[in-house]
């Protein structure tokens, strides 16, 4: 009887622990973020100025603040010349600072190698939506690629730099 149970136990795990067929085991995994959304009017005058000192001109339209993994974020979205943009602002000990400038492409405006580095990571991969995410400390760029059926995190990221091109393992952090 005991030995029953165990093989029972043991199969019960092994089935949970299996990905679906039709995912991939590397898969990103989203953070568990609690989000508030923030009207405009009602985001810290610091935050406003941080975004607004790195893109003059910029107008503000609405925010969330996000706290994940012991990270406090505010996503502050708006136009800067017409064109909608969000800033990621990540607080820290010296106040918010700007981490990543973002804006949503169409899948056919990224770099072609870009285009190519994913495709031989995921073949058949068309993205429904491309987050083109610049990273305020050292320039590069990170290119959220998602697939249908899933908004909350992306299917695949792939990150360019200095003229490399290096498909993402891990979520990037912010």
Request: glycine letters at 6%; proline letters at 8%.
């Amino acid at each position: 009887m005991i030995r029953l149970v165990l093989i029972s136990a043991c199969a019960v795990t092994l089935a949970a622990c299996q990905q679906p067929a039709s995912e991939p085991a590397s898969a990103p995994v989203a953070p568990v973020t609690d989000i508030t959304p923030t009207a405009a009017a009602d985001i810290p005058p610091e935050v406003v100025a941080v975004v607004q000192a790195a893109r003059p001109g910029f107008i503000v339209a609405e925010a969330e603040l996000k706290e994940r993994e012991g990270r406090s974020y505010y996503d502050v979205e708006g136009t800067l010349n017409g064109a909608e943009i969000e800033f990621d602002l990540l607080e820290t000990p010296q106040g918010w600072t700007v981490v990543e400038i973002q804006r949503d492409i169409v899948w056919t405006e990224a770099p072609a190698a870009v285009r190519a580095a994913a495709e031989t990571a995921r073949a058949g991969l068309t993205p429904v939506r491309v987050i083109e995410s610049t990273q305020a400390a050292d320039g590069a760029v990170i290119y959220e690629l998602f697939a249908e059926g899933k908004p909350d995190v992306p299917s695949l990221e792939v990150r360019q730099k200095d003229g490399k091109v290096d498909v993402l393992k891990e979520v990037w952090p912010h």
